[in-house]
Nanobody, 121 residues
Framework: QVQLVESGGGLVQPGGSLRLSCAAS????????MGWYRQAPGKQRELVAT???????TYADSVKGRFTISRDNAKNTVYLQMNSLKPEDAAVYYC???????????????WGQGTQVTVSS
């Protein structure tokens, strides 16, 4: 089994910054794509940013220029640097990873439990 554990959420004022981390642990042979999603109350979960094993990134239009996704493959960790935060960025942020547990298994999608980000003055 594989576990994804997010950290770094919290309360921040508008215009502030937060850095989220998500560490994958357990039976990991390889990790392909990793990403961050978020879900605000009453809304569907939406993609925030993704990063491939080759560091190719994609971003939601709403966060382009403000958020930066990165990863440390040696630590099986993905990060989300969030700058210039707005009230509409408030949500539970979830990390996601496409994991191969062994050379004999198929790729499997894993999700973290989520970390709350609150943007308020």
């Amino acid at each position: 089994q594989v576990q994804l554990v997010e950290s770094g959420g919290g309360l921040v004022q508008p215009g502030g910054s937060l850095r989220l981390s998500c560490a994958a642990s357990g039976r990991i042979f390889s990790i392909n794509g990793m990403g961050w999603y978020r879900q605000a109350p009453g809304k569907q979960r939406e993609l925030v940013a993704t990063i491939t094993s080759g560091d190719r990134t994609t971003y939601a239009d709403s966060v382009k220029g403000r958020f930066t996704i990165s990863r440390d493959n040696a630590k099986n960790t993905v990060y989300l640097q969030m700058n210039s935060l707005k009230p509409e960025d408030a949500a539970v942020y979830y990390c996601n990873a496409d994991v191969l547990e062994s050379e004999y298994t198929l790729w499997k999608d894993y999700w973290g439990q989520g970390t709350q980000v609150t943007v308020s003055s």
